[in-house]
């Protein structure tokens, strides 16, 4: 792939290919199989897809290279089979222009050819169709024919894709058990076609698409295969904006124009955030848009909503708007006069790309069609009963322009929402529908405008912020976790080529993990007779299925597979230790070690060595050991660097396989919910521009803090907010997993010999089922980091007394280390 997946699409494509490989087996014994791929919008569908296709035809860990395979990709409409082709195009290194053939009604081939992905419209396929006639002097064969020709000699190796398989997939009630539909055709099969052995289908609402695979299960015995993307995990990865936030009238008043003008200050401000963010990063400008949906018109008026009096506005906010950077995007295919102005045309689809467009009116029109990053404030004169459709127009803004998350830019995060006419009730069912629906909304935190209140840093704690960013912080986040050795690759390619800091970072790498290799394959040379045995030229090695996921070690349960030891087979192993290696190293070691009298032994030796679990575990020690060495050496140049450009050595830190300490970094601003209940404090770090910090706190939170604040020594304090980009965060083990933990408080206090103290305080509900597991994991990390805090604290409160049971002394934490469950944790308290 030209492209780097996201952590949850590789992940996603690991699971596909098992489901794949699964499916294979039992299309050789002639049952039917579908893989159900279910993917909210804006996760990449089409991208994970073809990541799939390269897989299958290049090979992997799970499954072998199938150079001669067919995909037929089937849609319900022209314009996504074009669009799909392009994005395969622009995103596959393995797939050309002539490798992606799209299907005309002069198409004629017997048998599709080997190695190409062909692209198939349902519209081409009706009675009337040339690719359905019958044949005749200027076709030899119907395209049915060369689909079940196709299946018949390459059998599993034949694919069908449905693309958006939620689509044509009703049956009326008389005829529930017929195949009425041209897709149901391919599952059912039809006169001419039996039904197609191994489908792919996908969609982010497949739940027809699977209702339909019951049916065919009934009568074909079809086993259904789901693999389904979690909407949390493409929040996580960045391609989608943190928040949407919602602003609408208080009470019942003519709001509409006051609240255009809000908008427009919004996206003025927007426009002013991105002009110093991309300024401050040294990369190409951003340009938001705003979007303003406008009422329908009538026989006499082309809207309802008086567009001279919204450019009035508009004019008014941002002074004169020249006619490129206004455009209109209703049905009416011309340019429109309003007062002496001229509002031109711009198709919804071609909105992203116009980089003079400032504000896009519209009507319901940007429904399908258009997908634009940079519409980042819109304003809606629609009236409540739009609901449905305000939540599908909002769910096509959320993605991030710059396709990853803005480091400690909340505001950068979000997108924002203007609704005049709609009241609390009205807003809810609009709150409804952008948290419930998954094909047209990705899941995004959903909050109340009125609610958000913008905090700054407290300028008479400059100091104290030096002192909480010196602290250690983890970052605990869902995703896909990779090997020390690609990690440290990638570390040294940061390192020598992006930022030029270590020249020898890159060739150091390189050498280590190839001299790690060779030293360990002359090791089983001597010692693992079976493996000098593969290498003396036999003819057939016998393989057990192993795969290293998120850099881990996992035997597969099976067979193990006999393999002709050909030159086409040896190459398809060498390319499986490649993508198991990544970074291009298997080649890097068959240009070290490569012998002009036997070629082909490198290759062998490497596939085979990484086929055992020494090998591959002494080469990520001796990778996690470099790895660690040149962060330490070059971490004063790295803290140098723009805030996106330290953000890429975060991110090499949370795709550890256990987690690891990152570079702590509060933002100049946050912002957090305030609701009309929250209380205010004194002493805390960020504070909205009128000095008064006020947050909302239960009961147990509010003793415990208004308990330290009271003191003399208490300098400062901060409320660490839950899940922020920013938050403080630790990691402790709950359910088989790592998970992020965010104590309550850190609390400042004076040294009496200088300096600060930070102590973390954590009020937890013994009632909660993770509390045994979060006290555990504050005493682990207590043991790592001791000496950098005053108190490490998981509090209890009972009536008026608070119990402490602080992990930061020794007799405590070895206690905590110990526990076993809440009970266990109980007693401890119980004994303070």
Known sequence: MKLMLKEF???????LIKSIRQSKYLVKDGNPQAIVLSSPTGSGKTVIVAALIETIFQGADEIFAEPDAVFLWLSDQPELNEQSRRKIALCSSRLREADLVVIDSDFDQEIFDGGKVYFLNTQKLGKDKNLVKIKGDNRQFTIWETIQKTQDVLKDKFYLIIDEAHRGMNQSSTDANAAKTIVQQFVFGNNELPAIQLILGVSATPKRFQDLLQDAQH????????????????????????????????????????????AVRQWLKMCDKWSVYVQSQGIAAVKPIMVIQVEDGNESTISKTPLGQIIAILETEIGTIQDDELAHSF???????????????????LIQEDDKVKFVLFKMSLTTGWDCPRAEVMMSFRKAIDHTLIAQLIGRMVRTPLARRIENQEFLNSVFLYLPHYDQEGLKKVIENLKSDPESVPPTDVVEGAEQVTLYRSTEHAACFDALQAMPSYRVERIRKTSDTRRLMRLARLLTAIHNFDPDALPKAKQLILG???????????????????????HEIAIQPVTVDQGRWTSIVGEAEKIPLSDANIEQLFQRAGQRLGEGLHIEYWKEYYDANEPQRPKLELFLALQQQSVWEALEKRSLQQFNDLLNQNHSKIGKLTSAEREKYNKLKVVAKDPELIDWELPDEIIVNRPANAIQLNKHLYL????????????????VIKTEIAKQEVVAWLRNESRKQWSFCLPYEHQKSTQAMFPDFLVIRHEQAGGYIIDILEPHNPDYDDNAAKAVGLAKFASKHWSKFGRIELIRVEGTHIKRLDVNDNHHRENVLRVNGNPHLDALFAGL
Do not use: M
């Open 219 to 262: 009568y074909h015995s079809r086993i259904q295969h789901s693999v389904t993307v979690n909407p949390e995990d493409v929040t996580a990865s960045g391609l989608l904006k943190d928040k949407i936030v919602l602003y609408h009238p208080l009470e019942e008043q003519a709001s509409d124009w006051s609240l255009l003008a809000a």
């Open 9 to 15: 699409q590789e992940d996603t494509l690991t699971r």
């Open 516 to 538: 790690t290799l060779k030293t360990e394959i002359e090791r089983l040379q001597q010692t693992d007779g079976d493996f000098a045995e593969k290498l003396r030229g036999c």
């Open 688 to 703: 909205p521009e009128d000095g008064k910090y006020s947050s909302f706190l239960n009961e147990w939170e509010k003793l």
């Open 331 to 349: 049905q009416e295919d011309k340019p429109l006069s309003i007062g002496d102005r001229k509002i031109r045309k711009i198709d919804a689809s």
